[in-house]
């Protein structure tokens, strides 16, 4: 079975620019969610999702950031407009349940605001 | 506000040796615990977990150990190889809670040969 699926694994960017992150889940999980890497404050939830429903966005810092789930095998984070502040790793996980331990993580996206 | 602190960026140790990796919490609602490891150019894997009712959790050469009063766990490595060589996360969870899973800044271990 396939892992969760991120694109792209590099992406530059000028700022203000429109960014679209993509990740496809591993079928048969229920939960998606969406973490930013930072050598300041480590893995950060932005997002989660159960049965494609946003759950909890507390973690989103700001209305730059948005996230969807139109189906169970696709989601996309968006960041518009970017800042260089947004520069980070992106990664997108997918469990069948909320439970840490069955936490699925992509190969992340590395993302340059310049 | 990091709920979640590892204060040790990086470690360094010779292969054969124990490895400790430290991590502080400060959220009491906190039971469930868990280590990721993370390669470079990878998604961070899970390592091994403890619940809070315990105090220690063993899997092979991995160790994790709960200091409930002290809100700390480590993570021994015993003995510590070349290919333990990564960046280890610790994470926390309030399980009965909203059981999203926080985690630290990360330890970056390299293991001598």
């Known amino acids: 079975d396939a892992g969760v699926i991120q694109s792209p694994r590099h992406e530059v960017t000028e700022m203000g620019q429109e960014v679209t992150l993509r990740c496809k889940p591993i079928?048969?999980?229920?939960?998606l969610f969406w973490y930013r890497q930072t050598m300041m404050r480590g893995l950060e939830l932005l997002i989660y999702?159960?049965?494609?429903?946003?759950?909890?966005d507390s973690g989103m810092p700001e209305d730059r950031f948005s996230a969807k789930m139109p189906n169970a095998s696709f989601s996309t984070l968006k960041i518009q407009p970017s800042e260089p502040r947004d520069s980070a790793v992106y990664f997108c996980?997918?469990?069948?349940?909320?439970?840490?331990?069955?936490?699925?993580f992509g190969s992340g996206t590395q993302l340059s605001v310049l | 506000d990091q709920q979640v602190k590892q204060n040790s960026p990086s470690l360094s140790v010779q292969e054969g040796r124990i490895s400790i990796l430290n991590c502080d919490y400060t959220?009491?609602?906190?039971?469930?615990f868990l280590w990721y490891k993370k390669y470079p150019a990878e998604g961070p894997t899970f390592l091994i977990s403890?619940?809070?009712?315990?105090d220690k959790n063993e899997d092979g050469r991995f160790t994790v150990f709960l200091n409930k009063s002290a809100k700390h766990l480590s993570l021994h490595i015993v003995p510590s190889q070349p290919g333990d060589s990564a960046v280890y996360f610790c994470?926390?969870?309030?399980?009965?809670?909203?059981?999203?899973?926080?985690f630290g800044t990360g330890t970056l271990l390299a293991v001598q040969p």
């Open positions: 959220n009491s609602m906190f039971d469930y």
């Open positions: 403890i619940s809070s009712i315990k």
């Open positions: 996980a997918s469990s069948r349940s909320p439970q840490g331990e069955k936490l699925f």
């Open positions: 999702f159960n049965n494609n429903v946003p759950i909890d």
């Open positions: 079928s048969g999980h229920d939960y």
């Open positions: 994470a926390a969870s309030a399980r009965g809670a909203t059981n999203k899973l926080i």
